[in-house]
């Protein structure tokens, strides 16, 4: 069950990854190769993404979605961030875009799961990308959340895939 708190995810929740998009909410990685650009799909396995879910519900410890990962370039103005060196855009830009970024199906951002994606469709392996949510967006950039708190995040993806492993092998 997807428990929403308006236009975001609760703190600590686990996404599974439908699809990585780009900052402009695109399921592509875009990649320059020998100086063309070259548009590769970042679909990841749904089939794969449902037994995770269904991992999740059968561990019961923490809120689980399947949604879009958001990659981008960059840590600070790629995310929409008002904390970094540079920032030229309002508090109000940010917010309008991140309340566009969940209306498309976006549930987390990293920066990361479209080259792999995109890698993994290309040599036709079965993939999953697993992440954890550690703060709301909409309220700020800043982890407030202590050590403890956030090392428990932390081991929610692993405690899943874990767990879907251990069910894969016959161990549960």
Not at 38 to 45: E, F, G, M, P, Y
Not at 80 to 99: P, S
Request: proline share 2%; with cysteine.
């Amino acid at each position: 069950m997807e428990r929403k708190r308006g236009k975001s995810l609760e703190p600590g929740s686990v996404v599974i990854t439908r699809k990585s998009v780009d900052a402009t909410f695109k399921p592509q990685f875009e990649q320059v190769i020998l100086g063309k650009s070259v548009i590769r799909s970042t679909d990841l396995d749904e089939q794969l993404a449902k037994e995770l879910m269904q991992c999740s519900k059968e561990i019961n410890e923490f809120n689980t979605v399947i949604g879009n990962t958001m990659c981008t370039l960059d840590f600070y103005e790629g995310q929409g961030r008002l904390d970094g060196a540079i920032c030229l855009y309002t508090k109000e830009e940010k917010l309008q875009y991140l309340r566009e970024a969940f209306e498309s199906g976006v549930r987390n951002i990293e920066m990361e799961s479209s080259v792999f994606a995109a890698m993994c469709n290309l040599s036709g392996v079965k993939a999953a990308v697993v992440c954890v949510t550690l703060l709301d967006r909409l309220k700020g950039d800043q982890i407030s959340s202590s050590h403890d708190v956030l090392v428990e995040y932390q081991q929610r993806p692993q405690k899943l895939v874990g767990y879907f492993i251990k069910k894969r092998l016959g161990k549960v």
